[in-house]
């Protein structure tokens, strides 16, 4: 039944990975001619105008390119930086794990902070602290991750003349000093995502700590604990889990900020840098991988509504 | 009327609060001449990196500009580029949300492909690389962040028109023979309309902290006029440990806007519609 539902799932997800490639090929595509010529000029990428134009695969028809450039990438095949002349896919294996390491903390610490502040928060609705964490979620919200990242590199400096240090160790040189780089990245990055995920935890659970069931629960004289936690929580926690999804993107989105602020060599800055030096296949190798990622992560999400809520079958 | 803003004031008192920070931030854009001392872009003889002071509120930067001014002008963008994409994308996404969800079928079913495949891409990526294509600059701006806020609220606002298009008055006024435009006009939009006012409010919080961040990337309006996500991104970082308050102003100026947008929302859904309380972020 399981295995069924995620078959579904997945051929859902195939239409919109295909949008979605068409969206990464057509953005470059979009450029007016002239813009090649500016490349040319600017960056000498090719010896001429026709020669650039078939690196990048700008001179057959639309159709035909897009459906090479799938198969080439069904092959694994990226194309090669312009600026760099490396394959994508070589710079991708060295960068994308760095980005999702960083995703990785930052998802841990917003869920960390958004589940026990938002049951505390349901369960003592209205008392002081539920208007605490409720006004420090809001804070949350509006404060700019990067304005964070500078007032956290800043103001320790300013008052105890502590500096963080703006370099990537690696993990086998130093396993520690790798891990504990990424702990201030991730937790500016996880705290927008996280006041967000309170605020739904906490009004889902209000909402289930309201019905019969859950007076009926205390009625038998059954725990506090139990009550929010397995009958309250459990029940809730799907349209948290829904949001979750949502959020994937935004804290993978957030990582080019974070990465350019902290200097970490991810993914994410390398999509930075191609950008401003309108690096095209490198821009298009990384929307893929980075679509593809969160449509996985998406259906991953999916199949963890099936495991939390037996009643969900498509 | 008045009578209605006290009610509101009294029951949602940081709703209140969050409107009064949003008609601060919309006098400073309309007012900033009058209310700036100085010019933007005007050096101040003599006062190169100064603290804040009784002359210089908030101090002076790197180029011996005031400070204050530059936020009071800094406004000016974030109001221009907030305001603008919320019309647009509001306009945008409530076309593509109330005709999917009306007509369905078919056409609904190819409508949210796509925007499921736009929903994929994590919100920086796509800006980014739509602003790579159309170049830095205020209106590129507003347009890139337009396609992307309306993706989204497209599919909230085709919801809500699932459910009203599924009541009997909705049937009722077919059943008398109206026609879709009347339909359309008539019944599904006033009753979707609190949806999207929320979707706005909201929805400018988002787009004034995605406007700083483009901005703090070097994708938003060019130099020498203020953005406050481009002052802390270039001399705000370089001078940060010798002039911290040039890094700290900005922030604080972001941080306020988009709590005042975010609370005024809040405020206004509670208000509007009891039923998605704490439904969207």
């Known amino acids: 039944m399981l295995r069924r539902y995620l078959a579904k799932r997945l051929l859902i997800a195939v239409p919109s990975l295909l949008i979605a490639s068409l969206i990464v090929f057509t953005l470059p595509r979009l450029l007016p001619g002239d813009a090649v010529q500016l490349m040319l000029a600017e ?88 208007y605490l964490a409720r006004s420090a979620a809001i804070v949350g919200l509006s404060v700019p991750g990067f304005w ?45 995502a996280g006041a967000a995920l309170m605020r739904l935890t906490r009004s889902m659970l209000l909402e289930v700590l309201r019905q019969d069931y859950v007076r009926t629960a205390w009625a038998k004289g059954l725990a506090e604990r139990v009550i929010v936690l397995k009958h309250g929580l459990r029940n809730a926690i799907i349209p948290v889990v829904t949001l979750l999804g949502t959020q994937l993107p935004q804290i993978i989105g957030g990582t080019v900020i974070i990465e350019t602020v902290f200097g970490l060599p991810g993914m994410s800055r390398f999509l930075f840098d191609a950008i401003n030096q309108r690096d095209y296949p490198v821009i298009q190798g990384v929307n893929l991988v980075v679509v593809s990622t969160i449509v996985t992560l998406n259906l991953a999400v999916d199949a963890l509504y099936a495991v939390l809520d037996p009643r969900i079958r498509y | 009327m008045l009578r209605a803003v006290g009610r509101f004031a009294r029951k949602k008192p940081l709703g209140a609060l969050g409107a009064l920070i949003v008609v601060a931030l919309l006098l400073m854009a ?10 933007y872009d005007d050096p101040i003889r003599g006062a190169r ?117 599924q009541s009997t008055y909705v049937e009722a006024a077919r059943a008398l023979g109206c026609g879709h435009a009347r339909i359309i006009t008539r019944h599904i939009l006033p009753n979707v ?74 405020a206004l859904r509670d208000v509007l519609d009891p039923r998605l309380r704490g439904a969207t972020r």
């Open chain 1, 43 to 130: 960056k000498a990428y090719a010896k001429d105008v026709d020669e650039l134009r078939a690196k990048l695969g700008l001179d057959r028809p639309l159709a035909v390119q897009y459906v090479e450039w799938l198969g080439r990438v069904a092959q694994g095949d990226l194309g090669e930086s312009l600026w760099t002349r490396r394959p994508v896919l070589q710079e991708l294996g060295q960068r994308l794990p760095i980005t999702l390491e960083l995703a990785f903390f930052a998802l841990a610490f917003a869920l960390l902070i958004a589940l026990p502040v938002g049951v505390i928060s349901a369960a003592r609705a209205d008392t002081l602290q539920d």
């Open chain 2, 49 to 165: 990196m100064r603290p804040p002071s009784a002359a210089h509120w908030l101090g002076t930067d790197n180029l011996s500009r005031d400070m204050w001014s530059r936020v009071v002008y800094g406004a000016r963008v974030s109001v221009t580029v907030g305001f603008a994409t919320i019309a647009l994308a509001t306009f945008l996404a409530t076309v593509v949300g109330v005709s999917s969800g009306y007509f369905g079928g078919a056409y609904d079913l190819v409508v949210q492909r796509v925007v499921d495949a736009w929903l994929s891409f994590p919100y920086l990526v796509i800006i980014l690389s739509v602003m790579a294509v159309l170049g830095p600059g205020l209106l590129n701006l507003v347009v890139a962040l337009t396609i992307l806020s309306a993706a989204v609220n497209s599919r909230v606002i085709r919801g809500a028109t699932i459910a009203v298009a």
């Open chain 1, 148 to 192: 964070l990242a500078t007032l956290l590199i800043v103001l320790p400096a300013i008052w105890w003349g502590w500096r963080p240090l703006i370099e990537f160790t690696e993990f086998s040189k130093n396993p520690l000093a790798h891990v504990a780089q990424f702990l201030i990245p991730a937790l500016i990055l996880g705290v927008a």
């Open chain 2, 30 to 39: 309309a007012f900033a001449e009058r209310i700036a001392p100085y010019g």
């Open chain 2, 193 to 266: 309309t609190a949806t999207v006012i929320i979707l706005a409010t909201i929805g400018l919080g988002a787009v004034t902290l995605a406007e700083s961040a483009l901005s703090f990337l070097g994708f938003g309006v060019p130099p020498p006029f203020p953005s406050w996500g481009a002052m802390l991104s270039g001399s705000g970082r370089t001078y940060m440990f010798r002039a911290p308050w040039m890094a700290v102003w900005p922030g604080v100026a972001i941080s306020l806007a988009v709590f005042g947008f975010n609370m005024l929302g809040d």
